[in-house]
């Protein structure tokens, strides 16, 4: 799959939530999705500053889409439905471009384990992580 098809397909099942808030895949890192939104009245928070719910969607999209590419491959119609999530804030997100990426630390039969950063301008500087845990079913037979 080349890199355009598999950012339309990551694009597809993002849910409304995340086209309304501007998210778009950015570009793809080490064959997982770059997720971004850019800064605005959407997903302000105090004055110049991102609120934290928008930085809480745009990591848990990262999450899934990281999943969602890993699993593709080997069982494409998987379910997949979190569980638990943890948040960190490290830093206040400003009025700049913001990055998500997520990383699978663990995938078994039924459960996965996600880990996601957000940054602005430097992802050795993320301004907040996620580590989300996720139920995997097959789709029901009918």
């Known amino acids: 799959?080349?890199?355009?098809?598999?950012?339309?397909?990551?694009?597809?099942?993002?849910?409304?939530?995340?086209?309304?808030?501007?998210?778009?895949?950015?570009?793809?890192q080490g064959?997982?999705?770059?997720?971004a939104f850019d800064y605005g009245?959407?997903?302000?928070?105090?004055?110049?500053?991102?609120?934290?719910?928008?930085?809480?969607?745009?990591m848990e999209i990262a999450a899934i889409a990281a999943l969602r590419v890993t699993v593709a491959a080997e069982?494409?119609?998987?379910?997949?439905?979190?569980?638990?999530?943890?948040?960190n804030f490290m830093r206040g997100g400003r009025?700049?471009?913001?990055?998500?990426?997520?990383?699978?630390?663990?995938?078994?039969r039924r459960v996965a384990n996600v880990e996601a950063k957000a940054w602005q301008d430097d992802p050795a500087k993320p301004i907040a992580t996620v580590f989300m845990n996720f139920l995997l079913s097959s789709p029901k037979q009918v």
């Open 1 to 28: 799959m080349t890199t355009d098809t598999e950012m339309a397909a990551i694009l597809g099942f993002m849910p409304p939530f995340a086209r309304e808030m501007g998210m778009t895949v950015d570009h793809m």
């Open 31 to 35: 064959g997982l999705p770059v997720i």
């Open 41 to 58: 009245p959407h997903v302000m928070g105090r004055p110049g500053f991102l609120h934290g719910g928008a930085m809480s969607g745009l």
């Open 75 to 87: 069982e494409p119609a998987v379910r997949i439905k979190p569980v638990n999530i943890t948040i």
């Open 95 to 108: 009025e700049a471009r913001t990055y998500a990426l997520g990383e699978v630390t663990r995938i078994g």
